[in-house]
């Protein structure tokens, strides 16, 4: 199983920026699909985007999509969340996971059971 770190996260205003970074162990990250996933205070985990093994595929979930973007440097172990004009909405903890057998665009199915999750950061955007 692979380790993720997030970070990047903080305390924004409405309309700002934050870039969000995964690093994982190892050496067999590019044989991962990773994705993003989020959690509300008193709101399940909800997917948010998933990147392919190779970085050329992406997948968004419509509340975030043409806001978001999803990246990955296979050389540095590590994916990236770009998150732009930021919402109250989209507060929560973030996390990242990463699974073997998934493809893109079945990671919004995946659970806490399955693959390997980080610890999450949390993102604060006020109004």
């Known amino acids: 199983q692979v380790q993720l770190v997030e970070s990047g996260g903080g305390v924004v205003q409405a309309g700002s920026s934050l870039r969000l970074s995964c690093a994982a162990s190892g050496r067999t990250f590019s044989t991962y699909t990773m994705g993003w996933f989020r959690q509300a205070p008193g709101k399940e985990r909800e997917f948010v985007a998933a990147?392919?093994?190779?970085?050329?595929?992406?997948v968004y979930a419509d509340s975030v999509k043409g806001r978001f973007t999803s990246s990955r440097d296979n050389a540095k172990n590590t994916v990236y969340l770009q998150m732009n004009r930021l919402k109250p909405e989209d507060t929560a903890v973030y996390y990242c996971?990463?699974?073997?057998?998934?493809?893109?665009?079945?990671?919004?199915?995946?659970?806490?059971?399955?693959?390997?999750w980080g610890q999450g950061t949390q993102v604060t955007v006020s109004s």
């Open positions: 996971a990463a699974d073997l057998f998934r493809t893109t665009q079945s990671m919004g199915l995946m659970d806490t059971g399955s693959g390997s």
């Open positions: 990147v392919s093994r190779t970085g050329i595929t992406t």
